[in-house]
């Protein structure tokens, strides 16, 4: 497969909002680079799945998106939380297993839940999040609201038999799913060319009637502009719209992943397009960034990094005698 | 007033549907074919298409919207067509809506409905006659009833509905034609279990469509001097232990019938229940009857072989009074 260049050439934004990006995308590495570490610590259990690579399609996306608007990702969700608004150190303790956690350290690192930012999970099913995006825009339908909700998932989703029964559902009832599929190439260790007959993703949601965009996931210029049209016809009764991100995971899996199945040279031509380094590159090449002002907000994100640590290893744990708590209502 | 099960769920339906604008009813076919058994016919036309929603055939994908909309603020009440299809649904009702509360740390909760049919009877075959509601009754975080009278079946789903969390209502195909005195009023808990028929000799332990069977046993138990008490679980989980174990401390004999395979079977909860807390107050080794461990069979004398029948359960009973 030849890759297509790097992303480059103008960003249209003010710089104000591009600083922004920049920092978001920061903020996800950096978090997701130390969390590595504290697993390798221990300090961070069970399955911890990175999103370094992939930081441009959260970012891109959710900037796209109104506070009211819904929002439902996968295990593969810590980006999405952040930007989304929940704070680094929620986020931390939660995958430290602590009570001040966003879910009282009951999810973990694939179940982030905010009900204030409307972000229903964290679901670690493949495809599980997505009927429930379906419900959540009926609902919104029923009720009048002019919301979006944003459903993220992989192209691995994409085999499940459920992506073919919620698109039709969503397309049917034409209900205001913004449908986001981060398509990184790989369904864990399965390269999409050798699960799918088709691989050209669009033409599945097309077979729907939903209408469809194809962006470079490396290029969060490309992503929020393609997010925000889509968006936009959501918003406008235009019923649920597909986006293919296309992306790349840097890491493996998950930290259990020995990361045989793919060339390391495929992961070095990769990084040549890596989202973050790119767009400060062409944000620099136009005066807009500095490289004295990109190192005092890798600082200052670092910063925030460390009081989350610090945060985290403060916090308590849940009392053992809550365990059959919120089950169900009391 | 004489009602059947079928029109008394529908009279339940209908009235949550006009109580409340969030409530809406969707599955297959439960609106311009009036419902796979009729239980919905005519709300189509009285509700319209919005809130009486024909769905494709797609039980995860409109399970799942179903919880989704419980998230988004509606009531959503999903017909499964039958216990036998609600497993393409398994994932969302196992996976998603059972944990939501739990595993957000109690900031989610998912007031779903789901209401299903199920069991055998009718010379339907293996692929439509499962009694599975020992899979759900299993799992933390769902609420499974069992309406098996005419007033529990008008009584029980508005409770249902204004319970916060996930809720599996198994109506018993069987049943949808029984018909009924409907005492006022008929407003029903989702705790309780109830004594139907008071009795001293022996306790007959049921739910769901076995309950007229029991009472058929209780009746020839009757014939021959055996004042039999029958109790109707009514809810499946969680399992309202008080009310069992009163009726085995005071008949010190239980019998529990259950149309569920043996193995694994909710009979089997109940009799490890019986023999956790009210051990000593047995006087006879407990029993049961569950349907043979096989696949329904289609031909009716090898069906009605394979389930539980009013002389077994006699026998059963008979047995534990030697």
Redo the contacts between chains.
Sequence with gaps: MTLAPPPSGPVPWERDFALAMTRDMLRIRRLEERAAELYGERKIRGFLHLYIGEEAVAVGALHALAPED?IVATYREHGHALVRGMPMRTIMAEMYGKRE???????GSM?L???RLRL????A?VG?G???????????K??GLRRV?ACFFGEGAMAE??FH??M??AA?WQVPVLFCCENNLYAMGTALARSESQTDLCVKAAAYKVPTLKVDGQDVVAVHEAARKAQADVRAGGGPFFVEFQTYRYRAHSMFDPDLYRDKKEIEEWKTRGPLHTFTARLKAEGKLTEEQFLALDAEVAKEVEDAVAFAEACSWEPVEDLT?????P | MKTSYREAMRAALREALAADPRVFLMGEDVGKYGGSYAVSKGLLEEFGPERVRDTPLSELAFVGAGIGAALGGMRPIVEVMTVNFSLLALDQIVNTASLYRHMSGGQFSVPLVIRMATGAGRQIAAQHSHSLENWYAHVPGLKVLAPATVEDARGMLAPALADPDPVVIFEHAQLYNMEGELPEPWTRDIRSAAVRKQGSAVSLITYGGSLPKTFAAAELLAKDGIDAEVVDLRVLRPLDDATIMASVAKCRRAVIIDEGWKTGSLAAEVMARIVEQAFYELDAPLARVCSEEVPMPYARHMEEAALPQPAKIVAAAKGLLR
């Design positions: 819904n956690g966003c879910s009282r350290g009951r999810g179940h839940f905010d009900a229903y999970g964290g679901n099913i599980g997505l009927p429930l995006a379906v419900g959540l825009a009926l609902a919104d029923l009720q909700t038999g459920v029964e919620s039709n559902l049917l708590k919120d089950v169900t209502a």
